[in-house]
């Protein structure tokens, strides 16, 4: 459950411990669920800066938000 008006989200009743960028970057990825979403969006969306060449900033939120998610058991990673 995503609650974008305090920015708290929640799975099985537990609240998750997000910081406010990874709650940004999940609560985007629901907006476009099923559908893939480029690098470049999540960055310019997410952090509000264009992508570089070697920027790995983006590839750790995401890290940082998967290690934070419960374990899917009947299936892929949800991020």
Same mark, same amino acid.
């Given at each position: 459950?995503?609650?974008? =008006?305090? *920015?708290?989200?929640?799975? /099985? =009743?537990?609240?998750?411990?997000?910081?406010?960028?990874?709650?940004?970057?999940?609560?985007?990825?629901? *907006?476009?669920? =099923? *559908?893939?979403?480029? &690098?470049?969006?999540?960055? *310019?969306?997410?952090? =509000?800066?264009?992508?570089?060449?070697? /920027?790995?900033? %983006?590839?750790?939120? %995401?890290?940082?938000?998967? &290690?934070?998610?419960?374990?899917?058991?009947?299936?892929?990673?949800?991020?």
């Amino acid at each position: 459950m995503l609650n974008p =008006g305090r *920015q708290e989200a929640s799975f /099985d =009743g537990q609240t998750l411990e997000l910081t406010g960028t990874e709650f940004t970057l999940l609560y985007l990825l629901a *907006q476009h669920l =099923g *559908q893939v979403v480029s &690098r470049e969006h999540l960055s *310019q969306e997410v952090l =509000g800066k264009r992508l570089t060449p070697f /920027d790995r900033a %983006i590839d750790m939120h %995401i890290s940082n938000l998967r &290690r934070k998610l419960p374990d899917r058991k009947d299936g892929p990673p949800v991020v």
